[in-house]
């Protein structure tokens, strides 16, 4: 795992690539690659390359970066893992490609040569990396199927930037810190800005499942995979079946995600998906797995320790645990936004950020997560609850006229803004023909902006329906008759899952110089995930994760297998409502943000002191804000 950046200057520009300021891009984000770093300028000076290396596969100088082909003519940067290199290795030998190292990066290279862009459709595991073609001036981009790995980018002056955090193209002269306000309601909303932009305005993303061209000052983005096939077929398979299938993947990927040539170890919640990495890990391992767990002090209602400890007793793990308590995590509040480059709303990125740590410290540098198992096999609650909505009440309800459904909600809205905002919300959108699923998180929709942003911003309000919107357009591009419980797991792939969870993933766990593998998110699982039938994920609308259930019988114990979904959480409710209240008042309600004009401050008072008082449980809107207020006073100040 590592970190990249770059500089392209076109004829307009005016600048010269000098190595001192690719330097200073590489050092901001040293934490990403503490054990080397590299400059490379192309030989007329359009092009420069930066790099930072954590050393994982071939640890020798033959696999530091950047990294040029034999004949000079492809320079890549490269931040991930590829799994299948050794496979890809072989057949690229056979084509005559000649190879200086043992490591993946020069795989990349020479599949580039070989294969052309194709390339990353060959590719098995995650990944973030730039080519620069010296003969045709032309800069290949890719991010890994699933967003595992972030990469940014921006073209202002003449000048095209890219880099794996955004931290390191400010470093560049040209490019200066302002504040995309058209992100802000998609952060309010979704907890993260959406997957093609971000909260600074020009520097965007590259999508997950998408390249970039960068050639004669034009940029060009298109998608190379999608986790749903074009016109998407249910396979027609039996239960059993669906379940071997399942698990031989996930013996197959977690095998792959072995590969490294210093120690791993698993992040274990007891939870199925991390307790199954442990499971699948021991049948491969001659010796104990690392494990790793974070729970609370005094909370204990938070805690799966309980759970953790049995799946580490039950495989003999080598177990480290970890505990903390508001006092532990007040001092990295403002810390978190620096290393998340935009405010992450889940705050999960506070133990998660003790966990990396006691990793790092116990000397594991590779560590296997479960994340993105809930987003394929309906493993959320309020999927389900909003699955069985959508078949009963919303589909009555949307069978009225527009103007039926328009008047009922108009009527209703003034009770509904005393009673429940959410219920509201779900009315308004029905009302106004928008989609019913926008995702696990809507910590401010639409229904409370019109109490959260003042009379001049309230225009404000429809941008995260139109981004919602987009994702089902998506979905429907792909496959014309894609049906709702397909168009959730679209929608959670590609903005919540690759947004937040990945990247909290990744920038938490980077700021502590370790690398995490999603054996979950294998594209072949994914795949084939998405080929099963609804019946198989969710028999009678009911069960949450069914079929990984059904998969896992036998491996796992039943406790485990059955036990409520409690979720990794953080207990910002109570820590917001007793010893944060004074510190995040303060910080939110004295920021530059907040008093701009943009937001209504008497509502955000009212947010607070309910809270405080238990009336209402707003633990999360208070810290979405917060993120946000640290964030900008850390970035625009």
């Not at 893992?81 to 290279?109: P, V, W």
């Not at 002269?173 to 952060?187: K, M, Q, R, W």
């Not at 509502?603 to 900008?632: D, P, R, V």
Request: charged residues 25%; proline residues 4%; glycine residues 6%.
């Amino acid at each position: 795992m590592c970190g990249i950046a770059g500089i392209i200057n076109t004829g307009s520009s005016g600048r010269e690539i000098d190595r001192e300021l690719l330097k200073k891009m590489s050092d901001v984000i040293t934490h990403r690659g503490p054990d080397s770093d590299g400059q490379w300028i192309s030989p007329k000076k359009e092009c420069g390359l930066a790099f930072r290396r954590l050393a994982i596969i071939d640890l020798s100088e033959a696999g530091n970066q950047p990294m040029s082909s034999n004949d000079g003519r492809y320079t890549i940067v490269f931040n991930g893992e590829i799994y299948n290199h050794l496979e890809l290795r072989s057949e690229l030998e056979a084509a005559g490609l000649k190879y200086n190292s043992r490591c993946d990066t020069e795989t990349i290279l020479h599949g580039y040569s070989h294969w052309g862009k194709d390339v990353v459709k060959k590719l098995s595991g995650m990944w973030a990396f730039a080519i620069w073609d010296d003969l045709e001036k032309e800069l290949f981009c890719s991010r890994d199927r699933i967003g595992k790995k972030p990469l940014y980018f921006t073209f202002q002056n003449g000048t095209f930037v890219f880099g794996s955090e955004i931290k390191s193209i400010l470093q560049h002269p040209s490019i200066s810190a302002e504040f995309n306000i058209n992100e802000l309601p998609n952060y309010l909303n979704f907890g993260m800005s959406s997957n093609r932009e971000s909260l600074f305005k020009n520097i965007k993303k590259i999508p997950a499942g998408h390249q970039l061209v960068f050639k004669n000052s034009e940029i060009a983005v298109k998608r190379y995979w999608s986790p749903i096939a074009e016109n998407q077929q249910y396979v027609d398979i039996t239960e059993t079946e669906a379940s071997d299938e399942i698990l031989r993947i996930l013996r197959l990927a977690i095998k792959d995600r072995m590969m490294s040539d210093v120690p791993f170890g698993v992040f274990l919640s007891g939870g199925i998906d991390s307790s199954l990495n442990v499971a699948l890990m021991a049948e491969l391992m001659n010796r104990p797995v690392d494990t790793y767990t974070v729970g609370f002090k005094e909370l204990e209602k938070y805690n799966e320790l309980k759970y953790a400890r049995q799946i580490s007793e039950l495989y003999k793990t080598n177990h480290h645990e970890i505990l903390i308590d508001d006092k532990d995590a007040f001092p990295i509040l403002q810390e978190l936004t620096w290393h998340e480059d935009e405010p992450n709303a889940d705050p999960v990125c506070i133990p998660l950020w003790f966990l990396s740590k006691l990793t790092r410290d116990s000397g594991t540098i590779v560590i296997q997560v479960g994340e993105g198992s809930d987003e394929q096999f309906v493993g959320y609650p309020w999927m389900m609850r909003e699955y069985n909505f959508f078949l009963t009440y919303w589909k009555i309800f949307m069978s009225l006229p527009k103007s039926v459904r328009k008047t009922i909600f108009y009527s209703i809205k003034p009770l509904l803004q005393l009673v429940n905002l959410q219920i509201q919300e779900y009315f308004r959108r029905a009302a106004f023909d928008e989609e019913l699923y926008w995702g696990g998180a809507s910590i401010y929709s639409p229904s409370h902006f019109e109490h959260l942003f003042s009379p001049s911003y309230q225009h404000l309000n429809g941008i995260p329906s139109s981004f919602a919107g987009s994702l089902h357009e998506e979905a429907f591009s792909f496959s014309k008759n894609a049906d709702f419980l397909q168009r959730i797991l679209f929608v959670e792939l590609s903005e919540r899952l690759s947004e937040i969870l990945l990247m909290r993933v990744d920038k938490i766990g980077m700021a502590h110089s370790i690398e995490a593998r999603v054996p979950f998110l294998d594209h072949r699982l994914v795949e084939f995930s998405m080929s099963l039938k609804p019946e198989l994920k969710t028999p009678g609308r009911k069960a949450t994760k069914h079929i990984l259930k059904k998969a896992v019988e036998g491996i796992l114990p039943d406790e485990i297998i059955n036990r409520r979904k409690q979720g990794f959480w953080a207990p910002v409710n109570e820590w917001l409502r007793h010893q944060w209240y004074d510190y995040a008042y303060d910080a939110v309600l004295n920021s530059q943000l907040l008093n701009s004009g943009i937001f209504n401050t008497d509502y955000i008072k009212n947010l607070f002191l309910n809270h405080k008082a238990g009336k209402e449980q707003n633990g999360l809107k208070i810290f979405t804000l917060l993120e946000l207020t640290l964030w900008h006073d850390r970035f625009f100040k």
